[in-house]
Each structure stands twice: as structure tokens, then as C-alpha cells.
């Protein structure tokens, strides 16, 4: 096979995955014009997307933006609200008043100085979310992020999106084909044709005959078609880490159209596992994440009910439960021959910090940004590829798990055998170690785009209760009056944001009669 440019592109599935990869490439590489990138999306008529995946990163703003989409029509079409972080309750001990916020804005004076040794001297009389950023109190009185005249994607405090998982497919399909010149197949893909060098040439389907292309996306969800099926690229299961295997999710109706819409994801601790639940303007998404080896069905069941209930009385007996399985891992590598892996496809993780959808926006934006000119330079970038996820999927199961191992519960196993040593990954013993004497800092991590920054870690850790022993040692004054300054500085802005700012619900009205500022 002599080289050749990399002039077309097959993506396989219609799920998030598939429609923001395709959406990504279409916009950088003009897939709309003679010059660009040819960009072709198959989805089978006959196996649905998955339909959950409510919670994202802020990141889903400037990607959004890439591809050209307004904020208003997002906002509007997809059901979404506004997400500003994530309130873990019964985590620690499971009581009634045990909760804390992982919130999205960064630190106080993040850039400037490490805050946390200052709050451990205060501890006993401000949490550390509360301490060093404004975000916790937003978050409790259902606050929005910005005002309506703020323009699209801008923001007063940093923010991300609950969605709605089919309507934001939908929404991706029609602005993908009709504004980013993407071809939509409908059909199911049946066989796999291969070149002499194990590439992929093309794909057979159903009923409109033999797909060629010079790149192929597997987005087919957990069905893995050909990083799975075709490659047989091992995936590498991580249950002895992360134990979560089941999830039931169910959508709870609002007691009236104006109930607050939550400004935060809620995560619940439950006997074996937790239940997430995510405000959208027309409903909320509620689900139970849980170990079928520390709970039956039925029980986690019983436990959902019973959190809905808590909102709605028995109307939570009426609602229909979907039950989904779930294998945590992911596979051996990415990125093979002349075909990647983003989405389900390439592996899950637990929603416990909606870190699927990032992974997908991750992986279109460096396909994308990356795109190897010739097949000839593609095993480069595919290491390079490979190499940088593996990295990022060890990171997001090390911050997962940190949820885990600082729980004082005992009253189950599960919360006792999250906490063997023998479940926890040895980079993370590490870094417990290490913050045994000093925070989580910048220096930390190796790399300048982490996933999760150390402020994440700080959030979690001292959230939990955590203590790093060095808090007492002497500072110097003009560190300690740094640290005052922005402690002040983060007082204030709270007060002020706390006026300023409209309601979620509110501004949802807003964008929905009259829009935001378009850009
Ligand atoms: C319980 C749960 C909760 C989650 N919560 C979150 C969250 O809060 N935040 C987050 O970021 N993520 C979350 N996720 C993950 C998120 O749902 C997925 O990452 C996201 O929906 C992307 O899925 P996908 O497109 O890879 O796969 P799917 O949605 O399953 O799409 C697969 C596509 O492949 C197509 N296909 C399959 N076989 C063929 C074939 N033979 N021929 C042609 N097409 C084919 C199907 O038709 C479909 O279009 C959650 C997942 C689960 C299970």
C-alpha cells in the first residue's frame, strides 16, 4: 500500500461521542468546502446510543464554541442548565450534615499561592471550598454562573452543563450536517474489510454497499465494533480499583415548572455505592451507581427509591428504572493501525466526576489538531496519542478513588473495602504520602494539561477531612499576608456575586424568551 494523504474519514456511531468527534474535525478541517477533510457519520438504525451522560466539564464550552454552535440555541434545545461543580454528601460518615463541594472555579489567588496551609490554621471555623472560593454558597442558594447580559460562554464564575443526553445527540446531528458538512448514514455496519498491512479499508453495511476511508473512528459505545471485535485490543479492567459495576437511572419529574434548578451535581453515598442527581430545566436525572458484589439489585433499587422519594413522596414508585451494566477500564491502547477509539468504545469509569464526555472532547480536539498529513506519520501521532491517554485514564482513576480511601465509614464493606491498600493504585499511595507533609501543589503532576488540576485534589482532600501534618510550621509574613489578602478578596466576592447574581431557574427563563448576547 504506498502512502497517502489522509483526505477521509469514517466515524462509526451516532452517540455524543461520535457526533462531537465528527463535529470537531468538520470544523478544523473544513469539511464543508472541496478543499477539506471528508467527513462521513454511520450510526445503525438498530442499536440506540446509550442516552446518559448528563453532567460535563467546562471544557464543553470552548468546544462548543469550535464548532460554531450558539450558547442560546444549545441552552434551549437541549434541555441544559448551568453546572457548577459537584457536592459530595455522605461521603465521610454518612450523617445527615456530611457533605462538602468540589467546585469548578479554581483557588483565590490560585496562580499566586498554594492557600491550603494558611486554611488548615482556620479549619475548625470555614471549610476549605468556602474559605478560598465563592462557588460552595452559588451553589446553595441555586445561583446562576453569569447574568443575561453576560455574552455567550462567558462567565462571572466558571461553569459547565447538565444536558440532555438524546437532545444534545439530536442537536449535534442537525448543526454537524447542515452547518459543518458532515454526511449522515443511516445503517448498520456488518463487516470489516482489511488492506495487506492490517489497516482498515473499508466497512461493509447493510444496505449502502462498501465505505472506504483513510481513518476510521470507533464511537460505537460499549459495543467496541472495531477496536474490540475487529483489533481484539485487550481492555484492561479496573474493578479491583473502582468496585461500581451496575447503574439504574431514572428521570424524576419537578414538583411544579418553577422548581430551583440545581447548580451543582449531587453525589450521595449509599450503602454500596452513591446516586447522582442532575438538575435540567424540564426534569431531573437521577441514577444509582453501585457494587453488585456489596448489593443486590433490588436493594440499590430500594435505596433509589427511597432518595426520590425524599423530593416527591410515593410518586417515586411509579417511575421507570433502567437498569445498565458497567465494566470499568479501558483498552490497551487507543489509537491502532488506521483506527481510534473515543467514547465508550475506548473504555468508562464510574460518572462519579462526569469525566467521559471530557475524554471524548480530549480525544476529537487532539485527533483533530494532530491529524496526521499521510498514513505514513500516523503510527507517530497514534503513540503519541496512545502514550498521552494512558496517562490521562491513570490520573482520572487515581482522583476517583481518592473519593474513596478518605471515608471514615464503616457501617458497610464496601466503604471498609474501598479503603484496602491493596485497591489503591501505587502513584496514588505515593502522592498520599507525600501530602502527608505538604498540599497538593502545581509540581505534583508532570504534565502542563492534567486532567484534574491539583486545586481538584485540594478540594477533595481537605473536603474529606483530610490533614497535611506541616500545617503548623512557622510561614513566611509576607506569604501569611498574601494568603489573608486573598482570603479577604474571596469574602468579598462572595458577598457580591451572591447579590449580583440571578438563579439558575431565572436565567434559564432568560436565554429561553430572550436569549444570550451572541458572539
Ligand atoms: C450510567 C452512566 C452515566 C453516565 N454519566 C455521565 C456523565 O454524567 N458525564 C459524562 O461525561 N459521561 C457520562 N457517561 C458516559 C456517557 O454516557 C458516554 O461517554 C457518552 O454518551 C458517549 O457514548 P458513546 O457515543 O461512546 O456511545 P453510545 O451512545 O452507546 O453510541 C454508540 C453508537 O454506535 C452505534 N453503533 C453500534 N454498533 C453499530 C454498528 N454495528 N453499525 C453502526 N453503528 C453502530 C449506535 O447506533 C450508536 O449510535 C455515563 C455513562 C453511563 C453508563
Known sequence: MVDHQIRKIV?????T????????IAAEHLAN???GISVTLIESPDVSPIGVGEGTWPTMRGTLRKMGISETDFIRECDASFKQGAKFAKWVTGAEDDAYYHP???PQGYEQINLAPFWQEQADKVSFADAVSFQGHLCDQHLAPKQNTTPEYAHVANYAYHLDAGKF??????HCTEKLGVTHILDHVTDINSHDNGDIRSINTKMSGELEADLFVDC????????GKHYQIPFINKRHILFNDTALAVHVPYETEQSPIASHTISTGQSAGWIWD???????GVGHVFSSDHTTVEHAETELRDYIKQSIGDKADELKVRKIPIVPGHRQVFWHKNCVAVGLSAGFLEPLEASALVLVELSAAMISEQMPATRSVMDIVAKRFNDKFLYRWDRIIDFLKLHYILTKRTDTDYWVDNCDKKTIPEDLRQLMELWRYH??????FTQIDEVFPSASYQYVLYGMGFKTESAGTQRRSLDKQLAMENFRKNQQLTQKLIKGLPTNRALINKIRQFGLQRI
Not at 439 to 444: G, I, K, L, M
Request: charged letters at 10%; aromatic letters at 8%; a positive charge.
Open 278 to 284: 442532575i438538575g435540567l430545566p424540564s426534569r431531573r
Open 33 to 35: 468546502s472541496e478543499q
Open 169 to 174: 445527540s439530536t442537536f449535534l446531528t442537525k
Open 439 to 444: 498540599s497538593p501543589w502545581h509540581s505534583d
Open 220 to 227: 460505537t459505545g460499549f459495543n467496541a465494533l472495531l477496536i
Open 104 to 106: 469548578l472555579v479554581l
Open 17 to 24: 461521542a461520535g457526533w462531537l468527534t465528527a463535529g470537531v
Open 11 to 15: 466515524i462509526v456511531g451516532g452517540g
